[in-house]
């Protein structure tokens, strides 16, 4: 489905990404980890056209989407959570959806996204009317998922969904996760909890100083000695 060739990115003098290749097939959760500042995150927003790259090639589909403007890439079937939620904190949570509904003109589809996202958060049904910026943490990051989803995407981005959540609210995230999943959604998944992120997901690959150091199936990789040691905690 998505397939990263060659892909440089600089900030400046600084090389953040350095000729990186990966595929995240049709169906899956694949995840990137690594510590801060191996470029992960730049790594998901080139893929959605908020960085453009130095070189190499970006694939949806088939299509090259090297230098689509974001917009275009979601409409394309891309959607990004970005990392800190980046909600519209005084707007309702249904204004929020809406906003991230703006390129359905179908009211009938409209109405089917909402429904599809309340069934899978109903807490957000209950507090529709309420303004994002009054929720908890969870909410938060729940409605910038669901932002997500509402807008049809078949691929979906993911930049540290489970940052600043209580234990309890990490596994309720990452169950909706494999949820939406399930329902035909590709997942990239960008998260510094390791340990979570390689439990769910069928492909990883390890990045350290914009390079991919290790890659593997995530079962495979979370009994890989040199992963346990630099991100599992021993």
Request: aromatic letters at 6%.
């Amino acid at each position: 489905m998505l397939e990263v060739v060659n892909l440089e990115v600089n900030y400046g003098a600084i090389k953040a990404l350095k000729n990186i290749s990966f595929k995240v097939k049709s169906g899956q959760i694949v995840t990137l980890i690594g510590a801060n500042g191996a470029g992960k995150s730049t790594t998901l927003k080139t893929i959605s056209g908020l960085i453009k790259p130095k070189d190499g090639h970006i694939y949806f589909k088939g299509q090259e989407i090297t230098n689509y403007e974001a917009h275009k890439i979601v409409e394309l079937g891309i959607s990004h959570v970005p990392e800190g939620r980046r909600i519209f904190e005084t707007l309702t949570v249904m204004e929020n959806l809406e906003l991230a509904a703006w390129t359905i003109k179908d009211k009938k589809i409209r109405k089917e996204r909402f429904e599809r996202v309340f069934d899978i958060f109903p807490r957000l049904k209950e507090r529709r009317k309420q303004l994002a910026g009054t929720l908890s943490g969870g909410e938060q990051q729940m409605l910038s998922v669901a932002r997500a989803l509402t807008t049809g995407g078949e691929l979906m981005l993911l930049d540290e969904p489970s940052m600043g959540l209580s234990p309890v609210l990490v596994d309720e995230i990452f169950q909706v996760l494999c949820q939406i999943n399930l329902q035909g959604i590709t997942i990239l998944l960008v998260e510094q909890n390791a340990r979570k992120a390689l439990e769910i997901a069928n492909y990883a690959y390890v990045l350290e100083s914009g390079t991919i150091a290790l890659q593997g199936e995530g079962k495979e990789l979370k009994e890989d000695s040199r992963v346990k040691e630099a991100y599992l905690g021993g």
